[in-house]
């Protein structure tokens, strides 16, 4: 069983930055796709970005693109999500999740795993 353990979010004004960081337990770590999703209040969980197994391609929602970036470091089993630029339509729990393929996703049903989720609150 793989586990997934996302690092505290936080409150951050508008405009600032803020990086998650998720751990995953297990040595298959570095076969797995990996991707970040989140969830508004009332609103269906959506995806933010994925990054291929070997960290060599990444793709990621339009409304993140140019902002966000994702990172994998796999000696340390552990994936990055960089947020700049932050907006109050950021707000959201934020998901990790590990895919047995090693190929990105978007959808939440093609995630294996998945990480409790951590709260990111923007201010304006």
């Known amino acids: 069983q793989v586990q997934l353990v996302e690092s505290r979010g936080g409150l951050v004004q508008a405009g600032g930055s803020l990086r998650l960081s998720c751990a995953t337990s297990?040595?298959?770590?570095?076969?797995?796709?990996m991707g970040w999703f989140r969830q508004a209040p009332g609103k269906e969980r959506e995806f933010v970005g994925a990054?291929?197994?070997?960290?060599?391609?990444?793709t990621y929602a339009d409304s993140v693109k140019g902002r966000f970036s994702i990172s994998r470091d796999n000696a340390k089993n552990t994936v990055y999500l960089q947020m700049n630029s932050l907006k109050p339509e950021d707000t959201a729990v934020y998901y990790c999740?590990?895919?047995?393929?090693?190929?990105?996703?978007?959808?939440?049903?093609?995630?294996?795993?998945w990480g409790q989720g951590t709260q990111v609150t923007v201010s304006s």
């Open positions: 990054i291929r197994w070997s960290g060599d391609f990444t």
């Open positions: 297990g040595r298959t770590f570095s076969s797995y796709a």
């Open positions: 999740a590990a895919r047995r393929s090693g190929y990105v996703a978007k959808s939440t049903y093609d995630y294996d795993y």
